[in-house]
């Protein structure tokens, strides 16, 4: 159940029965051969499945993230860390005066971490308000599927392969992960990376991925029981 499918009058129902939400924080950036919005698609897939059999209502995707490193890779769009933190906080605020008091942050990108922070800081604001956050693959999870599998995950490969974030064809090969020491610019992650893709296999089977996608789903449905 999307909020953008709701008025105002079904979401204060809603909140006659009801107190969650799910927030997506995504990022629109590059994937190698995968969709700029993977990073929102993602999360976004986890939280449709989860609503299906919760009934739990899901905020409009945070499209935009923290993605700096990849601006030599066009159709990149990165926010300023505090504008990140700038729009967390008052989508917090947002939601909590509406009378939401329990929030589940999907997660879809790393850049966005800064966030986590941010949460913790308004959650001593409101002692009644309740949050989590998922960050699905940086999960035991993720890592427990990936070893049963024998697959090393990487940004932009196998991992995120899922059928909805394909926009094209994906090279049969595995990639050798470049090594590199330091922080890196965006000029400088372009030249180590070339096509985006950190390394390991660049896919994997339709099998594979809906395993992944059900165990991850577990996660999100025992997350949405706080």
């Known amino acids: 159940m999307r909020l953008e499918d709701m008025n105002w009058m079904d979401v204060e129902a809603y909140l006659q029965g009801d107190d969650r939400i799910i927030v997506i924080i995504g ?4 994937h190698g051969y995968l969709s700029l919005l993977s990073d929102t698609k ?14 739990v209502l899901i905020a409009p995707p945070i499209n935009f993230g923290f993605s700096a490193y990849f601006m030599e890779y066009p ?30 942050f999907l997660n879809g990108h790393g850049g966005n971490q800064p966030a986590l922070q941010k949460i913790i800081e308004i959650n001593n604001q409101y002692p009644d308000l309740k949050t989590a956050w998922y960050a699905w693959w940086l999960s035991h999870t993720a890592e427990a599927t990936a070893r049963k599998y024998d697959l090393k995950p990487f940004h932009a490969s196998w ?23 330091g922080i890196l610019d965006a000029r400088r992650t372009r030249e180590l990376y070339g096509d985006g893709v950190f390394g390991g296999k660049y896919s994997a089977s339709d099998e594979i991925m809906q395993d992944l996608f059900n165990e991850l789903l577990k996660d999100v449905l025992q997350l949405l029981e706080f």
Do not use: M, W
Not at 27 to 30: F, R, S, V, Y
């Open 75 to 104: 159709g990149t769009i990165t926010l300023r860390v505090e504008t990140l933190l700038g729009v967390i906080e008052d989508v917090i605020h947002s939601l909590y005066h509406a009378g939401f008091r329990r929030i589940l």
């Open 27 to 30: 990022a629109c950036e590059q």
């Open 159 to 181: 991992s995120e392969n899922f059928p909805f974030v394909r926009v094209g064809d994906v090279p049969d090969k595995e990639k050798i992960p470049p090594s590199y020491q």
């Open 42 to 55: 993602i999360p976004q897939a986890l939280a449709d499945a989860a609503t299906a059999s919760t009934g």
